[in-house]
């Protein structure tokens, strides 16, 4: 697969990462653990060289990306998150200089591995000035626990204050052809200072794939039971976007998920999109996405498209929207 840059300074990783959240955490019942590590292996053979993880998705989801990984450690790049109180998105947020250095150990402990290529703060702490967040990773870089430093869902502002502490190699946020908020401030921003963009929940949490429409009924302990943009009706409303998507991937010999993971691909070079997946068989789709080339024609197509099509549901709840963009 080709690579591409995180950062000025960061890790070169593959054109596409994988998301392993879904195993363990947010999609109904884990996945078992010998397939999840499948999964992750069978990625590694494909090309795939990043791998992200977070305390916030349970211990068994670093324990399973720690041992899928061991045989080839030096050659992948993995990230993991610290920022919930005890782990727990449920219970707020906490990142205190202690409690960062303590999720640290902890996850070094469940990879089993003696470094945390990314370490990422997975929502911004309004008790914590970011000043002592992003020293306290620093800290952390110093001591060889940590490469690299990250934020997720992040202000600019607060972007720009944590970069001046601790270079940021990279910044994780939802962005997909129906989350383009990133576009108007995080992008330009991330250009300027030579800080590379990971992109969560690229294929709209499924709904871009066009496997998921009006009709589909998610498991207990799907999220997307929680999201405004999941409610049957906002899914109705957002057909058209899937569907004019798949004329533009039919005309390609390409699906809608591989379409709208190479437009993302197309938007800067230092944007590194992670997909996840629990099969084997979308994990082929996914990766086959690095291959594609949109023309410009393509590309102009596609925005009249994206232009066109308003999408209807808020992307977070009240509780959830509160966490990001601080």
């Known amino acids: 697969m080709k690579k591409r840059v995180l950062g000025k300074s960061g890790p070169e990783v593959s054109a596409l990462g994988l998301g392993c959240m879904g195993l363990t955490f947010g999609l109904g019942p884990a996945t078992e653990t010998s397939a999840a590590i499948d999964v992750i292996r069978s990625a590694f053979e ?4 990043l791998f992200d993880s977070a305390e916030a998705y349970g211990a068994a989801n670093e324990e399973i990306v720690g041992e899928a990984v061991a045989p080839f450690r030096d050659e992948v790049v993995i990230a993991t998150k610290f920022g919930f109180k005890n782990g727990d998105s449920s ?38 000035p970011i000043e002592d967040v992003a020293g306290a990773v620093k800290d952390l870089i110093k001591q060889g626990k940590v490469k690299h430093f990250g934020m997720c869902e992040a202000a600019v502002a607060t972007v720009r204050r944590a970069h ?8 994780q946020s939802e962005y997909s052809m ?14 300027e200072l030579g800080i590379g963009f990971v992109p969560f929940s690229p294929l709209g949490r499924g709904f871009l794939t066009g496997k998921i429409d009006d009709s589909t009924k998610f498991q207990s302990g799907d999220i997307r039971t929680l999201l405004p943009r999941f409610a049957e009706d906002a899914r109705k409303a957002n057909q058209r976007l ?9 005309r390609k010999h390409a699906t809608s998920a591989q379409i709208a993971l190479a437009w993302l691909l ?4 230092w944007i590194v999109p992670i997909p996840g997946t629990t099969k084997v068989p979308r994990l082929d789709e996914n990766v086959g996405a ?18 066109k099509v308003q999408v209807q549901g808020a992307r977070y709840n009240e509780q959830m929207q509160k966490m990001v963009g601080r």
């Open 164 to 171: 001046a502490v601790q270079p940021l190699t990279a910044v």
């Open 242 to 250: 899937v569907d004019s998507i798949a004329v533009i991937a039919k």
């Open 91 to 128: 219970e707020g947020l906490d990142s205190r200089p202690e409690r960062i250095r303590q999720v640290a150990e902890q996850s070094l402990k469940h990879m089993k591995t003696g470094v945390i290529d990314i370490f990422y703060q997975h929502r911004v702490d309004p008790n914590v």
């Open 266 to 269: 197309a938007q800067k070079p």
């Open 178 to 191: 129906w989350t383009r908020e990133p576009e108007t401030q995080i992008l330009p921003t991330l250009e």
């Open 46 to 49: 494909k090309g795939v060289t």
């Open 290 to 307: 690095a291959d594609i080339e949109l023309t410009a024609d393509d590309l102009r197509e596609i925005s009249d498209v994206l232009a």
